[in-house]
């Protein structure tokens, strides 16, 4: 079974300039997450999806970044335009959900991250 | 404000020796904690979880301990290898599908 997979592994862009982050999480799996690391600090949530839809959005910095979930299987993460902080690791995490108890929504597989890097 | 602490950046042990990682909390609300490790390049991956009725879990050489008065959790590796050196994450999981973690802490085990 592919494990989540993430692309690119780094990005290096210039303030101003768009970057899209994808995530393609474990087939089947119905809770799609996105978080970001900056270096050295916690593992900061940005939103959740339930298949296609938005559940929890609240960590989403500001209006700069767009998250998708196209027909409820990949993800995109776009920001635009980029800042200086918004530089760290970027994280996608997916999980089984629905009605089969906690543990398959809690025990969440991660991808190895997106390293953005905005000079 | 960080809900989820964890105050040693890291720690350093003995191949075969105990390994303690710490993490305090502020909110009575979550409903289960969890423990992640993670390598280098890696994203991380689920280690051990707790329930916020217990006290305690075990998984062959890890338990974690869980102190609801202290608001305190607590991974216990015993006994420590070489292969565990990596960065442990805390984390609370509220029943609205949110995780909250920590800023981790860098294990070193000493061969």
């Known amino acids: 079974e592919a494990g989540v997979t993430q692309f690119p592994s780094h990005s290096v862009i210039e303030k101003g300039q768009t970057v899209t982050l994808r995530c393609d999480p474990i087939s089947g799996h119905d809770n799609l997450y996105w978080y970001r690391r900056v270096m050295g600090k916690e593992i900061k949530f940005l939103l959740h999806f339930v298949k296609e839809s938005k559940q929890d959005e609240s960590g989403m910095p500001n209006n700069r970044f767009l998250a998708e979930r196209t027909g409820g299987t990949y993800s995109t993460l776009k920001v635009q335009p980029a800042e200086l902080e918004d530089s760290g690791v970027y994280f996608c995490?997916?999980?089984?959900?629905?009605?089969?108890?906690?543990?398959?929504?809690?025990?969440?597989?991660f991808g190895p991250g997106t390293r953005l890097t905005v000079t | 404000d960080q809900q989820v602490k964890q105050n040693s950046p890291s720690l350093s042990v003995q191949e075969g020796r105990i390994s303690i990682l710490n993490c305090d909390y502020t909110n009575s609300m979550f409903d289960y904690f969890l423990w992640y490790k993670k390598y280098p390049a890696e994203g991380p991956t689920f280690l051990i979880s707790?329930?916020?009725?217990?006290d305690k879990n075990e998984d062959g050489r890890f338990t974690v301990f869980l102190n609801k008065s202290a608001k305190h959790l607590s991974l216990h590796i015993v006994p420590s290898q070489p292969g565990d050196s990596a960065v442990y994450f805390c984390?609370?999981?509220?029943?609205?599908?949110?995780?909250?973690f920590g800023a981790g802490t860098r294990l070193f085990v000493k061969a």
């Open positions: 984390a609370a999981y509220t029943g609205g599908f949110k995780t909250i």
């Open positions: 995490a997916s999980s089984q959900g629905g009605d089969r108890g906690p543990r398959y929504s809690y025990e969440q597989y």
């Open positions: 707790i329930s916020s009725i217990k």
